[in-house]
């Protein structure tokens, strides 16, 4: 017989001849009853090999396992059965291998193999699942760490946006005031060398009445001339000037005046802003 150890779980095995006559396994937990329970359940299995078997005694039992209290196991048992008794430490019952005694023997079933299998595999899918769920607690964690982080940063670049809104209100004022000036005084410096200009070509023949430029840009000049081909030079002149554009004659009459006779006009032109940019 052999009696084998591991873990929580009890074997007991009788081989006869190298050959596996009896099989049996359970578990069992440490406890006050622990010697007791053991020894029942040998008890209970030598009953049923007998029962089941012409032979009515037994050689030997062989203790083997990773129990840490094997030895002490070995001594209650060897108290408690009038049968030899050894222990080999180094029995290897998944591969039916006792290396004491040299020999081959087929120790476990097929199906206490496939029970113990199966509850390996249901230890190791289990610890899987339970680092899974770790992992993904954890990225999680780190995830909503991140979350945190990134939100406790906006908070303080709302709250510096916050304060720099009205520096950043009142800087924007003074460019759009610096930028009415700016376009005030181009303006009228660009009035002022078109008005220059219109001069330099006004005939010295011609006389100029009335020079007006509206808010559109608009110029209006009125004036006296000899002759209507001075006036149409001057409108010429006036569209050659790089101040203006679309120049055009809007009228002129004749009248005399003292024996001579003079032309009078109005010009009307569009002041090119172009030049002022």
């Not at 030997?60 to 209650?76: F, N, R, T």
Request: charged letters at 25%; glycine letters at 4%; aromatic letters at 8%.
């Amino acid at each position: 017989m052999i009696v084998y150890f591991e873990d929580e779980a009890v074997e007991i095995i009788i081989a006869k001849n190298g050959v596996l006559a009896f099989s049996r396994g359970f578990l069992l937990s440490e406890g006050k009853n622990f010697s007791q329970v053991l020894i029942s359940e040998i008890r209970h299995s030598i009953e049923l090999f007998f029962n089941n078997s012409r032979q009515r005694q037994l050689s030997k039992i062989i203790i083997g396992g990773s129990h840490p209290d094997l030895e002490q196991i070995a001594d209650v048992l060897r108290s408690s059965f009038d049968i030899p008794f050894s222990m080999e430490k180094k029995m290897d019952i998944a591969s039916g291998m006792i290396f004491a005694q040299g020999q081959e023997i087929n120790l476990l079933s097929d199906e206490f193999l496939q029970k113990r299998m199966r509850e390996k595999l249901k230890k190791k899918f289990f610890i899987s699942i339970v680092l899974v769920i770790a992992n993904i607690l954890l990225v999680a964690a780190m995830f909503w760490m991140m979350l945190k982080h990134k939100e406790s940063y906006l908070k303080e670049l709302e709250q510096k946006l916050s304060q720099l809104k009205p520096q950043a209100q009142a800087l924007q004022n003074k460019a759009q005031k610096l930028q009415m000036v700016h376009t005030q005084l181009t303006s009228q410096l660009l009035i002022l060398d078109a008005i220059t200009d219109l001069i330099n070509v006004t005939s010295a023949t011609s006389t100029l009445n009335m020079l007006s430029i509206n808010e559109k840009g608009v110029l209006v000049v009125r004036g006296q001339a000899k002759s209507l081909g001075e006036v149409l030079d001057f409108v010429g002149s006036i569209e050659n000037s790089p101040y203006f554009k679309n120049s055009h004659l809007n009228f002129s009459s004749r009248r005399k005046m003292k024996n001579e006779e003079l032309i009078d006009f109005e010009i009307q032109a569009d002041l090119d802003k172009a030049q002022g940019r």
